[in-house]
Structure formats: C-alpha cells, structure tokens
C-alpha cells in the first residue's frame, strides 16, 4: 500500500485506502445508536433525553480532539513521503504525548463543571439528575478518546487505515454487549440505568486505548515508537500547534453553529424538527462514504507534498472532487425520486413525510457542493495549512448558511422553508469559495519546507 499511495492508480488507491475509513466512521456512529437504542428500551424517553443533553458537550469535545488530531496526518504522512522515518516518530510520540497531557487536563476540569455546564444549557431539574452521573464518566473517558484518535489520525498519515478500522470495530461490539447488561442489570450486572451507558463507553474505549498503546509501542509490522520519540520539542510543538489549533477551532465552531441552525429549525415545531432530523441523517450517512475518500485524500496528497510530487497531489484533489460530487449526484438523485420512502422508514407521521420532498428539493441537490468544500479542506489538511480550512469552515456556517437561514425563514417570511433554501445556498457558494482558493496553489506548500526555510533564516541549516 505504501508504493500504491505514491505511484498507484489514484482512484482504486483511494478507494483501497478509504473502505476501511467508511466503516471506522460507520462504527463510531454505531456508539450513539446503541446508547439510544437500548436507554430507550429500558428507560424511556427521559433516558434518551438525558443523553442528548449532553450531545452537544460530547461533540464539541470530539471536534477539538480531531481538531488537533489533524496534526498527527499531516506532519507523519508528509515526513512519509519523504521517507524521513525518524522525524516519522518524533511527529507521531510529541503528537501523542501532546494530546494525552491536552486530554488529562480537559477530562478533570470536565468532570468538575459538569454540574454548572448542565444548568447553564437549561435543561429541567429530572433531567439534569441523570445527565450528570453520565456526563462525568463520559468526562473520565476523554483520555482513552483523544489516545484512540490520535493513534488513528497517526495510522492514517503512515497510510494504514486498517488497523483503526478493527480497533474501532471491536470497540463497538463491546460496547453493544455491554451496554444491555449495565443499563439493565441482567445477571450479576448491577442496574445502572443511564451512567450504565456512560460506563460501558468507559470500558469499550479503554480496551480500545490500551490495543492502541500496545500497538504503538511493541507492535509488529507497524508504525512504532520508543519513549524517546515522545520528548518535547519546542520547534515540533510549535508545528503541531501551527496545524492544530486551526483546525480544532474550526471543527469546535462549527459543532457549535449546528446547534445555532438546530434551535432555528425547533422555532418551528416538531414536524420540521423531525424532517431536520432524519433528513441530516440520511445525508450523514452518505457522508461516510465522502468521508472515506477525503480522508484517503489527505494521505495520499500528504504523502506527495512530502516527496514533492505536485502534480500527483494535483491529480488526487481532482480525482476526490469527481468521486465524492458523482457518488453524491447520484444519491441525491435517487433521494429525490424516493424521498417520502426514505424518510419514512425513519417516521410514519404523515406530516414529516409530506415535507420531506420540500426539504430534498432545496437542499438535497446542494450536498454535492458539499463533496467539492470536503475534498479542497482535504488538501489544505494534507499541506498543513488549517487557517484556510478554518476561515472556509466559519464562511460557510456563520457567514453564509446561519445568516441566510434566518433572513429568508424568519426576516422574509418563508418559514421553514427557507432554512431548507439557506442550507442549500451555502453550499453551493462554500463550493465555489473553496475551489476559488484551491485554485490559489497556496496548499501545495508543505509544512516540511516551511520548517527547512525557517531553520536557514535562522542559519541552522
């Protein structure tokens, strides 16, 4: 796979790199279905709503740690593909000893404002008792989450994308097992109700961790490092801060902008928070496909930036562009024809179903906008540069698609309707912004040579 990723026919070599990132991301939506499947079963809708209050904590939480996570792909894969394997090392071990300190730090000040998090989002006092126990230990387990994503965001720079696959995979099944027995109390198992859940994550991601330690440490016939790797340097840490904190801020602002769009959407009533609801579904669920290829993307164009090899990093974007707009031209297509019966496998409301085919007519063509603004963050991901992805990412949300939704819903009067037209605008236009600064070349610039020019200014080189 390492010769295929430098010199291997681009689109098999995306798709070879990028099944086993469809199903890692498969898998780790796997962990809410779960959680909500069963505490719906056994607890009810206070349950389910005790989980969901602490969604927009968890996401933020998962966005600042892939955030910085992005530092790990781009930094080992770029080294990669120059074939620099100990600046390989040194990239992955101050990456990992960076995030599990950040991780550390972020799990015990979360477990103390809990309590004051939960009453600042409002939520009824029945509510807050459930949350609470649930939201610490998820807290407790943020260090196992920022190991298994860092570990995996170094796999994937070194063009392994496997091994994350089956971590993740095995994660969840423990998880899916566990999560009856602890929420219930079958068999010696006591009932924990909802912190039942938030336990069997604990355990789930703590096995996950520890495979992922091993792995990186004593593992054969795969990317390892010694405690030698992970000492701290102010120039690699200055790197890693340079990529990261970009990208995590963008990742953050944009979990926060989608709660902003869902409280608009809740403005007008059940039904189209619903349709909101299934149809982002449906809409995510083709985005693991994308994802998979724009994640595949990043390595290889990583890998090509690093060995200097422009054109092929040239040919990857182009080639990501036209696979992620066509898979997503064709979905939304068959989407458009089957609307009603998709949305009502989620739903048999009469009303959410009728409304389905206003909300794929206006947004459900403009989510190959959406392939075209992934794959050019990509690039810009693969060379290291996160401010570009940063601004494109705040243009599309707060710029665009907030602003329009409100002014054409709530300004103009077109209801919900117009929430649906303002998420389909943005997209389109984010697209356009986005190829109009690829077409700047500014992402074929490396963070490699950007280090060798800074070390020559200063005369150590």
């Known amino acids: 796979m390492q010769k295929d990723i430098l010199h291997g026919p681009i689109a ?43 969604w927009p904590l968890v996401f933020f939480l998962i966005s600042f740690a892939g955030g910085m996570s992005v530092a790990g792909t781009t930094l080992v894969s770029q080294y990669t593909g120059v074939k620099d394997t100990e600046e390989v090392k040194k990239s992955a071990g101050q990456v990992f000893t960076l995030l599990l300190l950040v991780s550390i730090i972020t799990s015990i000040v979360g477990i103390l404002v809990t309590d004051t998090l939960l009453n600042f ?55 899916l097992v566990l999560d009856p027995f602890l929420i219930a109390g079958i068999g010696p198992f006591p009932a924990l109700g909802v912190a039942g859940a938030a336990v069997a994550t604990l355990f789930a991601r703590g096995v996950a961790a520890a495979a992922c330690i091993y792995l990186l440490f004593r593992g054969k016939n795969t990317l390892t490092i010694g405690l030698e ?154 060379s290291g540069h996160t401010v570009p992805t940063l601004l494109m990412g705040l243009v599309r949300l707060w710029g665009m698609r907030v602003p329009f939704s409100f002014i054409l819903a709530i300004l103009l009067g077109w209801g919900v309707s117009g929430i649906w037209v303002g998420m389909g605008l943005s997209n389109y236009l984010s697209a356009a912004l986005a190829l109009a600064w690829a077409a700047t070349g500014t992402w074929k610039v490396n963070m490699i040579n950007e280090k060798k020019t800074v070390l020559l200014e200063d005369g150590r080189a």
């Open 229 to 382: 790797h992970m000492k701290m340097e102010a120039q690699k840490i200055k790197q890693i801060f340079k990529i990261g904190l970009p990208a995590s801020l963008g990742q953050s602002m944009v979990a926060i902008g989608f709660v902003i769009m869902m409280g608009l959407v809740a403005g007008f009533g059940t039904v189209s928070l619903a349709t909101y609801g299934i149809g982002t579904r449906i809409v995510n669920l083709l985005f693991i496909v994308t994802g998979g290829i724009t994640g595949a993307a990043v390595t290889m164009m990583g890998q090509s930036l690093g060995a200097e090899n422009l054109d092929r990093a040239g040919k990857v974007l182009r080639t990501s562009i036209l696979i992620t707009t066509g898979f997503l031209l064709v979905c939304s297509t068959v989407l458009f024809a089957f609307s009603e019966q998709a949305f009502g496998i989620f739903s048999d409301d009469p009303n959410v179903i009728s409304a389905s085919s206003k909300f794929v007519l206006a947004f459900g063509f403009s989510i190959m906008g959406f392939g075209i603004f992934s794959s050019v963050q990509s690039a810009y991901q693969a």
């Open 121 to 175: 989002m409002g939520a009824p006092d029945e509510v807050i008792v459930r949350s609470s126990p649930y939201v610490k230990i998820i807290f407790s387990s943020i260090p196992f989450m920022f190991i298994i994503m860092t570990y995996s965001s170094i796999l994937r720079g070194w063009g392994d994308t496997r091994t994350p696959m089956l971590i993740a995979g095995v994660s969840v099944v423990i998880n």
């Open 12 to 54: 098999r070599t995306l798709f070879m790199l990028g099944w086993p990132l469809m199903l890692t991301n498969a898998f780790q939506m796997a962990y809410s279905v779960a959680d909500m499947y069963w505490l719906g079963k056994f607890i009810g809708t206070e349950g389910i709503a005790a989980t969901s209050l602490s």
